[in-house]
């Protein structure tokens, strides 16, 4: 057989397998730690989005409007107004001014009253030692009328008391063995003042109290 002569010739080799699995693992490591990066971006974007949302809610919730803040501010004012307001006067929810006083300064109990303010100079108090008159002296009547008198009585004698009044005695306090009761004399008439006056007892003596000597 003639010899022959290769030149110039390269005899390339066929990669084996080994250099192959390492390439693919290569490029597999790459496209996983890629596909890992993008996860984690995308996680990292949605909870920013939650961040930035709760933050938006609650600019939007605690935000208060000029107008808001106006109203509001008026109100603290007219709160304050009102605190710093003297309390209108107003007396046992009538309305009307009412002035303390005081009798049977020589009893064991000293009787006390209110009485309107506008009763003042239409009437006077008569002390007759265990009761005490209220008689009216405003104008219109040819002489002085009782409109109401408040005595005390020993619990023995209420009974003959009532009697004698022909039940016009009006028990309103019971203390210490004594019985306190009012009587209402008054009759209405064309004086519309006076008619007022009696018109008024009932509350009057419903403010009825004893205090106790030192």
Request: charged share 25%; no cysteine.
């Amino acid at each position: 057989m003639p010899n022959r002569i290769f030149r110039n010739k390269q005899i390339v080799q066929p990669p084996n397998r080994e250099t192959l699995d390492e390439s693919a693992q290569k490029i597999l490591s790459g496209k996983q730690a890629a596909a890992s990066y993008g996860f984690r971006l995308a996680v990292i974007a949605v909870l920013l989005s939650l961040i930035f949302g709760a933050v938006y809610v609650y600019t939007r919730t605690t935000r208060r409007s000029p107008d808001q803040d106006a109203d509001t501010g008026d109100n603290q004012a007219t709160q304050l107004q009102e605190d710093k307001a003297p309390p209108k006067f107003d007396d046992m929810g009538t309305g009307r001014s009412m002035g303390i006083v005081t009798f049977f300064h020589s009893a064991p109990l000293i009787g006390q009253i209110k009485i309107f303010a506008d009763w003042e100079g239409k009437y006077r108090m008569v002390d007759e030692g265990s009761k005490v008159s209220f008689v009216y002296i405003g104008g219109g009547l040819a002489e002085e009328q009782e409109l109401f008198n408040v005595g005390y009585f020993e619990a023995k004698d209420w009974a003959g008391a009532v009697s004698q009044s022909r039940g016009k005695l009006k028990k309103i306090a019971e203390k210490e063995g004594l019985i306190f009761a009012y009587e209402a004399n008054g009759a209405p008439s064309d004086n519309d003042e006076l008619n007022k006056m009696l018109g008024d007892i009932a509350f009057i003596v419903g403010t009825f109290k004893t205090v106790k000597l030192q």
